[in-house]
């Protein structure tokens, strides 16, 4: 049974840092896609970042481009994402993704398999 398992979330004030992990298990997800979306209340959610098997390509969403990072583990099946310079607008449920395909977690924002979500509240 996959399951992925996100944490790291938590309130910071505007302009700080979090650092959220996901961490995956029930398969190898080494040739898979891993990345993040984020959904605040009352809005849809919007995609946020990832990075290919390779771990050489990575994608971002425009508002959190030179602040935001995307990095993975193979080994330890688990992806991270560096939160630094956050504002009011980053709080949002984020959630770890993983798919096959890198094109259906960037392009159609779908995926395979989801986290359960972790709350990221930024004060201002």
């Known amino acids: 049974q996959v399951q992925l398992v996100e944490s790291g979330g938590g309130l910071v004030q505007a302009g700080g840092s979090l650092r959220l992990s996901c961490a995956a298990s029930?398969?190898?997800?080494?040739?898979?896609?891993m990345g993040w979306f984020r959904q605040a209340p009352g809005k849809e959610r919007e995609f946020v970042a990832a990075r290919g098997w390779s771990g050489g390509t990575t994608f971002y969403a425009d508002s959190v481009k030179g602040r935001f990072t995307i990095s993975r583990d193979n080994a330890k099946n688990t992806v991270y994402l560096q939160m630094n310079s956050l504002k009011p607008e980053d709080t949002a449920v984020y959630y770890c993704?993983?798919?096959?395909?890198?094109?259906?977690?960037?392009?159609?924002?779908?995926?395979?398999?989801w986290g359960q979500g972790t709350q990221v509240t930024v004060s201002s």
């Open positions: 029930g398969r190898t997800f080494s040739t898979y896609t």
């Open positions: 993704a993983v798919d096959h395909s890198i094109n259906t977690i960037v392009i159609r924002h779908l995926a395979d398999y």
